[in-house]
Nanobody, 127 residues
């Protein structure tokens, strides 16, 4: 059983920062790639960022490049999403997801590439 638990969401003013965490537990090797997705009310789930096991390969949505940074600490089985200069358009439920398999850059952005999902954490950015 693989479990992903997100934390760190909350309410912040535009221009502020938040750091989300995704703690993974369960079967070893299940988190070769960890990604963050988000889903705003009434919209489809969209890719935000992803990182591979080594941390050497990262991938970002154009809308967050230069503002968000994804990292991971394999000693803690935890991935992080540092979000700076937040905008009201970033308001959404943020989910982390993982897969034990290698994925191409393109497939890293596709929700169906991931086997495991967390329950999500709400991020609200006020204007």
């Amino acid at each position: 059983q693989v479990q992903l638990v997100e934390s760190g969401g909350g309410l912040v003013q535009a221009g502020g920062s938040l750091r989300l965490s995704c703690a993974a537990s369960g079967r070893s090797g299940s988190s070769y790639i960890i990604a963050w997705f988000r889903q705003a009310l009434g919209k489809e789930r969209e890719f935000v960022a992803a990182i591979d096991w080594s941390g050497g390969r990262t991938n970002y949505a154009d809308s967050v490049k230069g503002r968000f940074t994804i990292t991971r600490d394999n000693t803690k089985n935890t991935a992080y999403l540092q979000m700076n200069n937040l905008e009201p358009e970033d308001t959404a439920v943020y989910y982390c997801a993982s897969t034990p398999l290698f994925r191409s850059t393109a497939l890293m952005q596709v929700p169906s590439s991931y086997s495991y999902w967390g329950q999500g954490t709400q991020v609200t950015v006020s204007s």
